[in-house]
């Protein structure tokens, strides 16, 4: 029996855009991926990956590694020294979906700061800056999401990540979702990525690869990384066949997204009429991420899966939609019927 590249038959999952089945495509170029030991710098689809992803986000080398969450910790344990505070902000995945691997890996605490639009407001930073003359912990990394998902999936202005890195703080940019950032503003992922030291993107989200991300940035900061990666046990070897489908991901599956963000805008609109003023504005949805309020969310995430549609939580009382590119319009008006239906 073939492979199946789709998700199980009659289901449309909106939980995550992590649940995306490697296209036909994929499988075809991980089957017949050159490759070498990447832990002795020689699978050459990997070592093009890094230099297509490098080229991609405008840095001088990049990194192949087996998380999104592994290569904000090669950035903490590059960028951050011990004892020492990372101001972020504080829905930030690096803050809060990391399971504590600041604190155990790169031995800092987090200065938190809000982040209601998912940006980070440049004088509060410039105070966690000054408040270390006052005794305050000092700070030595500012980390950012783009896109923000608790904020819904918003995209950061790139004049206002230029004004936090003029504070002379190196800056470590998460862009887990730096391509749907991109799509959704026009502006190149170089350009979004310009002012930061370091970038994370993955290529098993909204990009449709099965397994990893990259960390980009200059040449003797991604050579430190390879080194600290080793120490946590992500050298992967033959993994060519792995970084094949982020090549098919880089080359075909970026200009697409716009699809995810359109469809993102329908499922708003079915859960603005159905719930008015629980948060999903449909010309707000920026990207791929619908979030709203709901009294109780686990009998509305019964309900849906009781229609074939999955749907997720990231906090107490919110509700979380996400499209990518095993969800089509199909999918989509099969969600806003079970929406349109629900509790
Ligand atoms: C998913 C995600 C990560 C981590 O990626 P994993 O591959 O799941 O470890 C990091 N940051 C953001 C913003 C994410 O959405």
């Known amino acids: 029996m073939a492979p199946s590249a789709a998700p199980p038959a009659g289901v449309v999952d909106l939980r995550s855009d992590t649940?995306?089945?490697?296209?036909?495509a994929m499988r075809r170029a991980m089957a017949e991926a050159d490759v070498g030991d990447d832990v002795y710098g020689e699978d050459p689809t990997v070592n093009a990956l890094q230099e297509r992803f490098a080229g991609l986000v405008g840095k001088d080398a990049a990194l192949f590694v087996p998380s999104g969450t592994m290569a904000n910790q090669l950035a903490l344990l590059v960028l951050a020294r011990r004892g020492t505070t990372v101001v972020a902000g504080r829905r930030q995945h690096v803050v809060i979906y990391e399971n504590g691997a600041a604190a155990v890996n790169a031995g800092v605490q987090f200065h938190t700061l809000d982040d209601g639009d998912g940006t980070l407001d440049p004088t509060e930073v410039a105070w966690a800056v000054d408040a270390a003359r006052h005794h305050h912990p000092t700070p030595s990394l500012v980390c950012v999401e783009n896109t923000h998902m608790p904020a819904g999936g918003t995209v950061w202005p790139v004049d206002r990540l230029q004004a936090i890195a003029g504070l002379g703080l190196p800056v470590h940019l998460d862009g887990a979702r730096l391509c749907n950032a991109s799509v959704a503003s026009g502006v190149p992922p170089a350009d979004l990525a310009a002012p930061a030291t370091t970038v994370a993107s993955c290529l098993s989200k909204g990009l449709g690869a099965p397994v990893g991300s990259l960390l980009a940035g200059p040449a003797d900061v991604i050579a430190e990384a390879r080194g600290h990666r080793q120490?946590?046990?992500?050298?992967?070897?033959?993994?060519?066949?792995?970084?094949?489908?982020?090549?098919?991901?880089?080359?075909?599956?970026?200009?697409?997204?716009?699809?995810?963000?359109?469809?993102?805008?329908?499922?708003?609109?079915?859960?603005?009429?159905?719930?008015?003023g629980a948060g999903a504005e449909p010309d707000q949805v920026a990207t791929?991420?619908?979030?709203?309020?709901?009294?109780?969310?686990?009998?509305?995430?019964?309900?849906?899966?009781?229609?074939?549609?999955?749907?997720?939580?990231?906090?107490?009382?919110?509700?979380?939609?996400?499209?990518?590119?095993?969800?089509?319009?199909?999918?989509?008006?099969?969600?806003?019927?079970?929406?349109?239906?629900?509790?």
């Open 288 to 343: 791929n991420v619908v979030l709203f309020e709901h009294p109780d969310p686990r009998a509305l995430l019964a309900h849906l899966a009781g229609e074939g549609v999955l749907a997720g939580t990231i906090a107490p009382g919110i509700v979380r939609l996400v499209t990518h590119c095993d969800v089509d319009d199909e999918g989509v008006e099969r969600a806003a019927k079970a929406l349109a239906a629900a509790p």
């Open 19 to 24: 649940v995306t089945r490697p296209t036909p």
């Open 231 to 276: 120490r946590l046990g992500g050298g992967m070897r033959q993994a060519g066949v792995l970084a094949a489908a982020g090549l098919v991901a880089l080359d075909t599956m970026i200009e697409r997204l716009a699809e995810d963000h359109e469809r993102a805008r329908r499922l708003a609109a079915a859960v603005a009429e159905r719930w008015p």
